[in-house]
């Protein structure tokens, strides 16, 4: 069974809203890069994901996909839930 999230919303996201991981982690957004090619992969939505109490350094697709072509734990599946934390 799949939980049911706000759908990821990019100017939320960089206005410091979190968001939801498909792990069920909570990450921020912090910059999209629209000028330069910072990755080879071409991603181009720079933040940092949650993890142990840890901020690790993320980015992400324009769509907020890990990867194209196949789900990952890291994708961004929506918006992290306002009650939760």
Do not use: C, N
């Given at each position: 069974m799949t939980k049911e999230y706000?759908?990821?919303d990019l100017e939320r996201?960089?206005?410091?809203?979190?968001?939801v991981l498909r792990d069920g982690r909570k990450a921020y957004?912090?910059?999209y890069e629209k000028t330069l090619t910072?990755?080879?992969?071409?991603?181009?939505l720079l933040g940092?994901?949650?993890?142990?109490g840890?901020?690790?350094e993320a980015s992400w697709g324009p769509d907020g996909l890990w990867l194209k072509g196949r789900e990952f734990p890291k994708d961004i599946v929506g918006m992290y839930p306002?009650?939760?934390d």
């Amino acid at each position: 069974m799949t939980k049911e999230y706000e759908p990821f919303d990019l100017e939320r996201a960089l206005a410091g809203e979190p968001v939801v991981l498909r792990d069920g982690r909570k990450a921020y957004v912090r910059h999209y890069e629209k000028t330069l090619t910072l990755r080879q992969d071409g991603r181009p939505l720079l933040g940092y994901r949650l993890y142990d109490g840890l901020a690790v350094e993320a980015s992400w697709g324009p769509d907020g996909l890990w990867l194209k072509g196949r789900e990952f734990p890291k994708d961004i599946v929506g918006m992290y839930p306002q009650d939760s934390d």
